[in-house]
């Protein structure tokens, strides 16, 4: 995603192309996304060159271990996963930041008709009253079904493969107990090393190996 928005930092900084998927025109979507940064110091006026400046900044910021994203990261995402992205924004916080942020998203170049949900979430929830709530990345979120579909229709996880099967996504079966789920995640410490292992090709598969070699840690954000 870094190398994404590197590559095309004035498509992300283009007025026309952020608005596209949102239902209204945003007028100031720049604006909007430079002040939801945490690089953005309040009071600052927001002109072309501190937005390419924020941008630019949030992106280094990124690259880090164990940084979280924000909206351009999202409209990055789309553009790598070359489908629409639908960002939800549990109703917390302010409805104003919830209108701008409670979107879908658009990828430069489109290959699928797929719909990829996500979730706006904050690891700094236990800390914030649900009026100043403030998120700070994105979580997956997941159809649910029902134990009769479970047992009866498999034709999603069979043609999971195939690129122009679309999975349908109600929020009304979206369940409390899964809204909680992502909005508290688990927090994982990522400088624990993995307990995975990966055994070695060249041991003997009826014997235990004594080498194993630690998976690194991925940072999927």
Not at 20 to 38: A, Q
Not at 198 to 215: N, S, Y
């Amino acid at each position: 995603m870094v190398i994404e928005i590197v590559t095309h930092e004035d498509v992300y900084l283009d007025e026309y192309y952020l608005n596209r998927g949102t239902t209204g025109e945003d007028k100031h979507i720049v604006s909007n996304l430079v002040m939801y940064s945490d690089s953005y110091i309040a009071g600052d006026r927001i002109t072309p060159a501190v937005a390419r400046r924020i941008l630019r900044e949030d992106t280094f910021n990124f690259s880090k271990l164990g940084a979280y994203g924000n909206a351009w990261l999202i409209f990055a995402l789309s553009s790598i996963l070359k489908c629409s992205l639908f960002a939800i924004y549990p109703q917390k916080g302010n409805p104003v930041v919830r209108s701008h942020l409670n979107r879908e998203v658009c990828p430069r170049m489109t290959k699928s008709s797929d719909i990829v949900y996500l979730m706006w979430t904050s690891t700094r929830t236990k800390e914030m009253r649900d009026e100043h709530w403030i998120p700070n990345h994105c979580v997956p979120v997941l159809p649910l079904q029902s134990n009769d579909q479970e047992k009866g229709d498999n034709s999603l996880v069979e043609n999971s493969h195939d690129s122009s099967t679309s999975i349908d996504f109600d929020l009304d079966s979206f369940s409390l107990c899964s809204l909680e789920m992502l909005v508290n995640p688990i927090d994982i410490d990522l400088m624990q090393p993995d307990p995975l292992t990966e055994v070695h090709p060249e041991a003997d598969l009826m014997q235990p190996d004594p080498m194993t070699e630690v998976h690194p840690e991925v940072d999927l954000m």
